[in-house]
């Protein structure tokens, strides 16, 4: 069986400078540096100052498209930095579907945990999430913004995964405190997750936040899988990234939250955490897998 990140269509460095160059002569020449690619996406550096993402599947075509629309409107409030969409491309003969090119948006992603700015992060952090969640959802639906159709936390649908997912890093031996483990999946158990609704980022992880020299958490990326959903869906970054100790920052600004969406968070977080672990074992990326086996630990404790 494949693996949901394998490619149908991949942009090589040529192609993209084509492309490009073709839709956007106001900024050619283009001189590209790829920066990464994830499941949805391949990612360009464009000219230092922009950033161009290639759907790299047909699946993610619709994705790219919602967030071309609610980007600009979220960029108007949120306290940290986000994507704003500059540059629409649109599919021909040597690219099937659109891609969006954006203002590089400045940062790294986080590699080692331990150096994480806890309460700094979190605070912002919490503001962000405040902002994102208390969006209408009205407007967000007027914007093209979907509903969660992938029972995003959904435990009965996704616990087995899960669950084969952090074998396979016990057999490799990435995980070695399978007592912790086990004492988790023993706890899970079905929750309702039905309501409530905010509009959700929806892929919040590791590799979709940005740190600034500081290490303090400085911008969101990767805006693809936005949906009106459970907030536990976002939450679940409180678990995989910020330390234990400075959790309650971020609950000073965002607010009380149920305990059932603070299981379903925690549920999230390692479900995630174990999925980019195994993708990057499968893509021979030291530096995901070992910043990936730290989110896990710290969704764990």
């Given at each position: ?111 080692d945990l331990s150096k994480i700015n806890g309460e ?182």
């Amino acid at each position: 069986m494949a693996n949901p990140w394998e490619a149908e269509f991949i942009v090589d460095c040529e192609l993209a400078v084509q492309l490009i160059e073709s839709q956007f002569p106001e900024i050619d020449p283009v001189e590209t540096k790829k920066i990464g690619e994830g499941f949805d996406n391949t990612i360009y550096r464009v000219n230092e100052e922009y950033l161009f993402r290639f759907p790299r599947r047909e699946i993610a075509v619709p994705l790219i498209e919602t967030e071309a629309a609610i980007l600009p409107r979220l960029n108007s409030i949120a306290p940290l930095n986000i994507p704003a969409p500059l540059f629409y491309g649109k599919p021909g003969s040597h690219y099937p579907w659109p891609f969006l090119g954006y203002k590089y948006v400045k940062g790294s992603v986080p590699t080692d945990l331990s150096k994480i700015n806890g309460e700094d992060s979190a605070r912002l952090l919490g503001r962000m999430l405040t902002k994102i969640h208390q969006f209408s959802i009205g407007e967000a639906v007027e914007l093209g913004v979907p509903y969660d159709t992938l029972y995003r936390v959904d435990i009965e649908k996704r616990k087995d995964k899960m669950i084969e997912n952090m074998e396979m890093l016990m057999d490799s031996g990435c995980v070695k405190w399978e007592e912790k483990w086990r004492k988790f999946t023993d706890s899970l158990q079905h929750i309702d997750y039905d309501s409530p609704k905010t509009l959700c980022h929806g892929d919040l992880h590791i590799r979709n936040i940005l740190v600034d020299e500081k290490h303090t958490i400085s911008g969101i990326i990767d805006w693809g899988d936005v949906h009106i959903g459970n907030p536990a869906v976002d939450l679940s970054i409180v678990y995989s990234l910020l330390p234990k100790e400075s959790r309650g920052f971020f609950f000073q600004e965002y607010g009380e939250v149920e305990e059932n969406i603070l299981q379903l968070a925690r549920f999230k977080a390692v479900y995630t955490a174990a999925v980019l672990a195994v993708y990057g074992i499968d893509k021979k990326d030291t530096f995901l897998v070992s910043a990936s086996i730290q989110s896990l630990k710290r969704s764990l404790d």
